[in-house]
């Protein structure tokens, strides 16, 4: 019986989620609060941060999902959650690197020069 694995991933993951959220949302309140004092830098740094909290806890939720599911022997929530979840788990992990170039900053600009860098030297050696 994989019953109580999943009430173990729920005992974990709901105080984890709980805890988390709780954080960030404390986070963000002091990122709005000293907004005026912070540079571009630290600012897409926090954003990249809030995108990340994000796309994990839905991954969370996912697998908390999965558990009562499976526990209360919703066949066809089990189902489609099992079904979309390997998926939705690779493309929300791709997020991070996402976020990174989307959000204006230091490496962002980095990643730019080296792939400009980059496609002239092959434009060269065509």
Request: proline share 6%.
């Amino acid at each position: 019986s994989t019953t109580p694995y999943l009430i173990g991933m729920m005992c974990y993951g709901i105080p984890m989620l709980t805890v988390c959220t709780a954080a960030n949302c404390l986070c963000v309140y002091k990122l709005i609060k000293f907004t005026k004092f912070q540079n571009r830098k630290e600012t897409s740094f926090s954003l990249i941060s809030v995108c990340i909290f994000i796309t994990q806890a839905i991954n969370i939720c996912l697998v908390i999902v999965s558990s009562f599911c499976t526990i209360g022997k919703n066949a066809p929530c089990s189902l489609a959650v099992s079904l979309y979840t390997p998926f939705s788990s690779d493309f929300l992990s791709l997020g991070p690197a996402v976020y990174t170039m989307l959000v204006p900053g230091p490496i962002r600009t980095r990643a730019i020069k080296l792939i400009c860098k980059t496609v002239r030297m092959k434009g060269g050696n065509s």
